[in-house]
């Protein structure tokens, strides 16, 4: 069965203190991995696709890696406006474009 | 601007009414998907579409309908099936490139439906 697992479930810091959010998966014919941000009461906003284990991506203080069975998130000296759930999805195998979202990560940057 | 546009941002549903949600893109995209979100829960697919006039069930397709008539619109029925219909509804869009593909889902703002 395909599972994903986001920890923590939540993480606090403080402005400028960088940390990195983890996701586990387990999933038949990875076919990559997606990043999303979500803010309250709003739809996700995409981020980053990561294809193969190795590959890395970057936008501002964010950058995504990703290896055979898991992917971190490092957000590099957050600022408040980066405070939202993050969300990973493996795509699995097949012509779908089926994703399996994990629950996410809701972080939360104190000025 | 291109996007998703989900409506209405609230819907409240009595005991036994059927309710519908509309999405519509103007991005182009062929695919189109309807998820649903609950606390504590990941985002799970309910139907989606890659082409107009086909669409497949998803994960938790019971107690609700869909209809691709046109590229552009994806509306979601909730029937009155659904014995628990209260959620957060969230369509999506991606180009689609069959077994190739690793587009993006590119979603709506989303619709909180509520029971009376």
């Known amino acids: 069965e395909d599972q994903v697992t986001q920890s923590p479930e939540a993480l606090r810091l403080q402005e400028g203190e960088s940390s990195s959010l983890n996701c586990s998966y387990t999933v038949s014919g990875l076919r990559g991995l997606f990043w999303y941000r979500q803010d309250p009461g709003k739809g996700p906003e995409f981020l980053f696709t990561l294809y193969s284990a190795g590959e890395e991506k970057e936008k501002e203080r964010l950058k995504a890696t990703l290896t055979k069975k898991e992917s971190f998130l490092h957000i590099t000296a957050p600022k408040p406006e980066d405070s939202a759930t993050y969300l990973c999805a493996p795509k699995v195998g097949g012509a779908t474009n089926k994703l399996i979202f994990g629950t996410g990560t809701l972080l939360a940057v104190q000025p | 601007d291109g996007g998703i546009t989900q409506s209405p941002k609230y819907l409240f549903r009595k005991e036994g009414q059927n309710v519908t949600l509309s999405c519509e893109q103007n991005?182009?995209?062929?695919?189109m998907y309807w998820y649903r979100q609950d606390p504590g829960q990941g985002l799970r697919l309910i139907y989606y579409s890659q082409i107009v006039n086909d669409f497949q069930k998803g994960d938790i397709a019971e107690g609700y309908s869909v209809s691709r008539e046109k590229k552009e619109s994806f509306p979601l029925t909730v029937t009155s099936a659904q014995k628990n219909p209260t959620a957060f509804y969230l369509c999506?869009?991606?180009?689609?490139?069959?077994?190739?593909?690793?587009?993006?889902?590119?979603f709506g703002d989303g619709t909180r439906l509520s029971i009376l």
């Open positions: 999506a869009s991606s180009t689609y490139l069959g077994q190739a593909g690793n587009q993006p889902q590119h």
């Open positions: 991005l182009n995209h062929d695919a």
